[in-house]
């Protein structure tokens, strides 16, 4: 049996974040359709742009490596996602929705930052610069993304959630 | 049907990490056993008792808002962890396991500090200062150990992964 080394777990963990990338993309299309605050709305369409973008970079980053683009199923951000699901029933019409829609975007966002932060220490390894610009590209995206969430959240969104309790 | 506002959203997360941070500590525990390198397993172990203390923080949290500590099936954690268990056994006895170790480590990190940011940033509107405090402990060790972990991999850990291709 070949040895497995750090370009074979770069290619595993790649078609695991290129699934991810999408399947998250589409829940936040959900999370995006359920929220209820306008710059909430306006801050997750923003960011759907983005993640085209993103996804525009992982399929040549598999052209870098001789690879066709190519998913494998990735439980983290299926259970990541079925929790956002279970959130938006729990709590549809009332009043803590946002917040919990803002806890579950940036539950996927953390997802991203911790491979894409992987990848990119693994791609400096490998010697793939041009990878590691791409690869920061986007964690820079994903950083700033859940920045802006955390801000969205404690000037806005969480005093919404408190508003029936005052 | 009684609204619900921030506070039932805290509960409901404070069940799901506390539910995270119990499976999280077994799954660090396999994966310290299944690192080769000594730095990493030292850097588990010392992990390993922080998360002791953090899960009696989440009781004293449950105590604070008069609840019975309770867990609640976190779909989240057990994608993550369900991924940790793939990755170590794809690469069972290869060069590449501990760098993958330690992705599937901070994933679990990265998982933790989203829900710990979001609680933290609850508890303040809430104005439960006593609890912000006891997150923000938690946070900030969820945050240097992941920090931890980056550093070790960049220094020695994906080193040690690309040898027999050099």
């Not at 074979?8 to 963990?13: A, R, S």
């Not at 290129?18 to 209820?36: F, H, I, S, V």
């Not at 009043?95 to 919990?100: E, F, K, N, S, V």
């Not at 995206?141 to 005052?166: G, P």
Request: with cysteine; glycine share 4%.
């Amino acid at each position: 049996m070949a040895d497995k080394t750090l370009d074979t777990l770069f290619y595993e963990t790649l078609k695991d974040i290129y699934y991810a990338e999408r399947k998250g993309t589409t829940a936040l299309r959900r999370l995006a359709r359920a929220a209820q605050n306008p710059d909430l709305k306006a801050a997750f369409e923003e960011h759907e742009e983005e993640s085209q973008q993103q996804v525009e970079r992982l399929t040549q980053l598999f052209e870098m490596i001789g690879k066709r683009p190519r998913g494998k199923t990735c439980d983290a951000i299926e259970g990541i996602i079925s929790e956002a699901h279970e959130i938006m029933e729990e709590f549809k019409g009332t009043t803590a929705l946002d917040a919990g829609i803002v806890a579950a975007a940036q539950a996927v966002e953390h997802y991203e930052i911790a491979r894409y932060g992987t990848m990119k220490s693994w791609a400096q390894k490998l010697g793939m610069d041009d990878a590691v610009t791409l690869i920061d590209q986007t964690l820079q995206e994903e950083i700033s993304s859940d920045e802006k969430l955390s801000k969205l959240a404690e000037t806005v969104i969480n005093d919404a959630a408190t508003r029936s309790d005052e």
